[in-house]
């Protein structure tokens, strides 16, 4: 009569071992149980390298975001003008920073004037973004003053401007080069209003790692924006910096009341928001694609373990007349299936966090294959294709895959645990 015996005891792994290495005209382990470790090694390596990547992609873009732009945008509502316009200047711009500085978790608020001009040199010319800020201001932003690669000297900002490394290339400039800065809003005079041009010494290009603001930004020292602009006196908006960005919501009535009746406040997450919506979407949704994929690989180990039952038919009645339980036969089959699934995911995991780590030498290699241009950051917005590895991420497609693995498993080791062993002896 057969005894119960202790849950996965030695002689069941011992069993399923023999089962594992026995040769295919034993019997042993088929054709279909090595696509099934194949297929679940490529899913867990396509999983975790795209997790890195998603994580990579959306820290480089947050990165970027607030280490080149302010976190909290304030402006003024604006009031009507006698010709009709909306004027949205902020007069008392150096009090609105003070009051705005003051409010706790604020690390910074600096007066901007802003503007639209035509840069040209040489008889190069390209559009762009004219920030004016303080020379101190300037320097706390991460991607500005401590770029990815600069030329120049940041110190020497204030004798002249500070071109983005895109725009100094289209215009062929270099540090210590004049660019003309045009702007149609110039001097008024009797016969209406005429462009205003102003040279300027490069004294600083910097690469901040977006392409649009390295294409298009120009910094100008405060004081010389509100000369060029027309802004004496006069300041366009706000730009406030904060110590936790992530949770800039938590600051916004605070800064609301700090900025006063006729105070607006843009924030990064509003400016982005549909940006990292749209990203996290995509992340949802290529995490169910990718989930697929596993259990496709996983359901492999099915027909793979199936077969093997059918081979071993013999073996299992022997087994039964000799004591074995139904769940001594059933642990044995789910041992067989379950280390595909885990020598299949310890292979994925090994892949795709080799592919996170060295991504930038196989991206190269794929690059140089490809002839060159397979990514192109005027589309992408940065330069590379970047790649985080994180716990979180790898425990997630570890669990996935262990679990559809396990699964997957139980249904074809039942089915050897319920073979009548009588049956299964009769053509022996």
């Known amino acids: ?61 947050v990165d970027t975001i607030l280490g080149a732009n302010a976190h909290v945008t304030v402006y003024s509502l604006g009031e009507v003008t006698p010709q009709g316009r909306v004027d949205r200047t902020i007069a008392d711009y150096q009090e609105m920073a003070a009051r705005l500085a003051e409010v706790p978790g604020v690390t910074r608020a600096a007066p901007l004037v802003r503007g639209q001009v035509m840069a040209s ?38 004798d002249g401007v500070a071109l983005g490394s895109g725009i100094a290339r289209e215009l062929g400039v270099g540090v210590g080069d004049k660019v003309k800065l045009i702007s149609p809003n110039g001097v008024k005079t009797a016969f209406g209003t005429s462009p205003r041009v102003n040279a300027y010494e490069v004294t600083y290009i910097f690469t901040a790692g977006r392409y649009d603001i390295d294409r298009t930004r120009v910094y100008l020292p405060i004081s010389d924006a509100q000369t060029f602009f027309n802004r004496e006196g006069l300041a366009d908006e706000i730009e406030v ?133 397979v990514w192109d950051p005027s589309i992408r917005g940065i330069y590379a294709l970047p790649a985080e590895l994180h716990l979180d991420d790898v425990l997630s497609a570890i669990a996935l895959s262990l679990g559809l693995s396990f699964a997957v498993t139980i249904f074809p080791a039942r089915r050897a645990a319920r073979m009548n062993p009588v049956e299964a002896l009769r053509y022996e």
Do not use: H
């Open 121 to 158: 040199f040489e008889g190069n010319n390209a559009g762009a973004e004219v920030y004016g800020i303080a020379p101190p201001d300037l320097m706390t932003l991460p991607r500005i003053a401590n770029p990815e690669a600069s030329i120049g000297d940041v110190s020497r900002f204030g």
């Open 241 to 373: 910096m904060v110590e936790r960005a992530e949770e800039v919501e938590k600051l916004a009535p605070a800064l609301f009341q700090a900025a006063g009746d006729r105070g607006q406040i843009w924030t990064w997450r509003d400016a982005s928001g549909s940006f990292l919506r749209a990203l996290e979407v995509e992340d949802n949704v290529m995490f169910i694609i990718l989930s697929i994929l596993v259990l496709i690989a996983a359901m492999n180990i099915v027909s793979g373990l199936i077969m093997l039952v059918k081979n071993k038919g013999g073996d299992i009645g022997i087994l039964r007349t000799m004591g074995l339980t139904q769940g001594s036969i059933m642990r044995v089959f789910f041992i067989c299936g379950a280390f595909t699934g885990i020598l299949g995911t310890i292979c994925g995991v090994i892949l795709g966090s080799l592919f996170a780590l060295y991504i930038d030498p196989i991206f190269s290699f794929v690059n140089v294959m490809m002839g060159g241009g």
């Open 1 to 61: 009569m057969a005894t119960s015996t202790a849950p996965f005891a030695y002689f069941e792994w011992m069993i399923a071992w023999r089962y594992l290495r026995a040769r295919r005209a034993e019997g042993g382990v088929s054709v279909m149980t090595w696509i099934s470790l194949i297929g679940i090694t490529l899913a867990v390596f396509a999983l975790i390298a795209t997790l890195a990547v998603r994580s990579g992609f959306r820290a480089e873009f």
